[in-house]
């Protein structure tokens, strides 16, 4: 299964779901939203109304795009989507702590676009088999340039 | 039925995998198998349910017969708290800097903005979107704040992690979470913890360093402190118009006040609001303001201002040497002022005839 949209596609692994639109009241930025748990129609863009119903072995996954101009900035300096390991996690690292959960967030460029990942696991204990999950995703995305 | 369309591998009946396109433009596929398809219906019965719209319509029309005013004024009042849903200290949130720094819903010395959300349909904003500010520590004398561009090393942030003010019901977490929302300062590559946040029903671009990306997250819409104003009136609509937060009022003080004869103030860094139903809500700054102060305020002899600050030019005011003359009427009297002079009390004028 594949969805492609605004430029970024996905080759989804079984057992995820994942949601994609270009942000309202921009000038399409895209929000992208993957997790092994079905994603809710009303959700935070890092995944408030999802993580909450996350179990030890699920993982949610926000791609978020920023206005184009953000791309030059320093915070986007890092290039190309990031390799996801266990050790990027901490139990701090999330919108709203707490639950035993754990997450990591990179800040990076790519194809001229501005991007934050935010990836949260239901597990801090679990988070190698949670990272491996969430590293399979990722291996199967690719983002390209904004579409018109 | 929503759902404009369904370009499929599979169907829906016998999926293990799913495509669509809803009418809202979101693309939706998944693997989940019978999961996604429970979600998909649930999704849908939702917002079809005839139960779940007559549930809301009779909500909506319990409210505007007890209290109309107040539920259109603030419709939130009976669902929640002062310092509204998740204000524990084990709801993971963010503190309000209203809550941390005396009242004042500004970033604390030692933060800086580092990124923003919306909610949508606030009543606090009067319908609009509110927006939630996230001031974030700095990374201050650190030797090795880590190398990846975001959230620098804990032991680096400019705050530590505790909870709440003693005594106010927003316990909420103060600079415990490592986030970044990244839209504002992104020319500074590190910051640290969230400290508190601040709202504003203003978009943050126009009084910090902001970039116009959205970010929405609606379940927070009525978060809040009792170090914040608590509803849409009169006062809170005149500061939206001057600007809020990038007014020359500045940021609000804790919330408003009851003044005397059922009116109201509300405290800013560097001004006055004063409001009752005859005389509406209006600005006091500077050396008015604080004369006004010093006569007693809303309860003193001038009682509330019936016009805010007027300059003269030449119009109705006289020039005071060669400076312009300052000054605003109240319902008993008026202030004057011109630099580098004493404010002057003038009695009412007298009735005509």
């Not at chain 1, 809710?40 to 184009?68: H, I, K, N």
């Not at chain 2, 693309?27 to 079809?48: F, H, K, P």
């Not at chain 2, 303001?289 to 005011?317: I, M, N, R």
């Amino acid at each position: 299964m594949i969805l492609a949209h605004g430029g970024v596609t996905v080759a989804l692994p079984d057992g995820w779901e994942a949601r994609a639109r270009l942000q309202p009241g921009s000038s399409g930025n895209l929000l992208l939203h993957a997790a092994t748990v079905p994603l809710p129609a009303e959700r935070g863009d890092f995944g408030s109304g999802v993580v909450e119903v996350l179990g030890p072995d699920d993982a949610f996954v926000s791609l978020f795009e920023y206005d184009p101009a953000d791309a030059r900035q320093p915070l986007f300096e890092a290039r190309g989507l990031p390799a996801v390991r266990p050790g990027d996690f901490s139990p701090a690292v999330l919108q709203r702590t707490g639950r035993g959960q754990t997450g990591a967030q990179w800040f990076f460029s790519s194809a001229g676009r501005a991007f934050c990942l935010h990836v949260v696991l239901g597990s801090h204990s679990r988070r190698a088999a949670g990272a491996a999950r969430v590293a399979a995703l990722l291996s199967g995305t690719a983002i390209a340039g904004r579409t018109a | 039925m929503t759902s404009t369309s369904v370009s499929t591998s599979t169907s829906l009946s016998t999926s293990t995998a799913l495509a669509a396109v809803r009418s809202d433009g979101e693309v939706v596929a998944s693997t989940l198998g019978q999961r996604a398809v429970d979600a998909v219906t649930g999704w849908l019965a939702a917002r079809t349910s005839r139960r779940g719209f007559l549930l809301r319509a009779g909500l909506l029309g319990t409210a505007l017969a007890v209290d109309p005013r107040g539920y259109v004024l603030r419709p939130g009042t009976a669902y929640a708290a002062v310092c509204g849903p998740g204000a524990g200290a084990s709801s993971g949130w963010t503190v309000f800097c209203a809550t941390v720094n005396d009242g004042v819903n500004a970033c604390p010395p030692g933060s800086i903005a580092a990124g923003w959300w919306k909610a949508d349909g606030a009543s606090l904003c009067g319908g609009r979107a509110r927006y939630i500010i996230d001031c974030n520590a700095t990374c201050s004398s650190c030797g090795s704040p880590g190398a990846r561009a975001g959230i620098c090393s804990s032991s680096c942030w400019s705050c530590s992690c505790t909870r709440g003010l003693p005594g106010s019901c927003d316990q909420r977490a103060v600079c415990c979470n490592a986030f970044r929302y990244g839209q504002c300062n992104q020319q500074v590559r590190q910051v640290g913890g969230v400290h508190c946040r601040v709202v504003s029903c203003r978009p943050p671009w126009e009084f910090e360093q902001c970039s116009t990306a959205p970010a929405t997250d609606n379940r927070t819409r009525d978060h809040n402190s009792d170090r914040l104003p608590q509803a849409w009136t009169p006062i809170t609509k005149r500061y939206l118009e001057l600007g809020e937060l990038g007014s020359p009022l500045g940021a609000t003080v804790h919330g408003e006040s009851p003044a005397p004869g059922g009116g109201a103030y509300q405290r800013y860094q560097h001004g006055r609001i004063s409001w009752s139903a005859a005389t509406g809500a209006r600005v006091l700054t500077g050396p008015l303001l604080a004369k006004y102060l010093e006569l007693g305020a809303e309860a003193g002899a001038l009682g509330y201002p019936v016009s805010e600050e007027q300059v003269s030019s030449g119009g109705p005011f006289k020039r005071i040497g060669a400076v312009a003359e300052r000054r605003v009427v109240f319902q008993r009297g008026t202030l004057s002022y011109a630099p580098g002079r004493p404010v002057v009390v003038l009695p009412p004028p007298l009735p005509a005839g």
